[in-house]
């Protein structure tokens, strides 16, 4: 199961994902990213993965995906960060840029 919030502010639009991104729930996660970041008006998409329990692959791919579209996350713990290092890392070698 997966729930996705969505909180608005001044500088920035955060979609807090909580559950599990696997199966069906991948397709959920972007196309949920993909009407809102329609209305953005120049605030930033940042999409709060704190609570998010297990990633799949298919899931990474999305995540891959968003991070070559410039959307930002926010997470913690070891498993989410360790993931979403290894997919900016492999985002990073496609564009061709050095890692920070």
Same mark, same amino acid.
């Given at each position: 199961?997966?729930?996705?919030?969505?909180l608005?502010g001044?500088?920035?639009?955060?979609?807090?994902?909580?559950?599990?991104?696997?199966?069906?729930?991948v #397709?959920?996660?972007?196309?949920?990213c @993909? !009407? &809102?970041?329609?209305? /953005?008006?120049?605030?930033?998409?940042?999409?709060?993965? =704190?609570h998010? #329990?297990?990633?799949?692959?298919?899931? @990474? !791919? &999305?995540?891959?995906? /968003?991070?070559?579209?410039?959307?930002?996350?926010?997470? =913690?713990?070891?498993?989410?960060?360790?993931?979403?290092?290894?997919?900016?890392?492999?985002?990073?070698?496609?564009?061709?840029?050095?890692?920070?």
């Amino acid at each position: 199961m997966l729930k996705i919030s969505i909180l608005d502010g001044h500088t920035q639009r955060r979609l807090i994902v909580e559950g599990k991104l696997v199966g069906p729930w991948v #397709a959920e996660l972007r196309s949920a990213c @993909e !009407n &809102v970041n329609t209305d /953005l008006f120049g605030r930033k998409l940042v999409i709060d993965m =704190r609570h998010v #329990a297990a990633i799949s692959q298919e899931g @990474e !791919n &999305v995540l891959f995906e /968003l991070i070559q579209k410039g959307v930002k996350f926010r997470c =913690r713990g070891v498993f989410t960060k360790h993931i979403l290092k290894q997919v900016t890392r492999r985002a990073n070698e496609k564009s061709g840029k050095a890692e920070k």
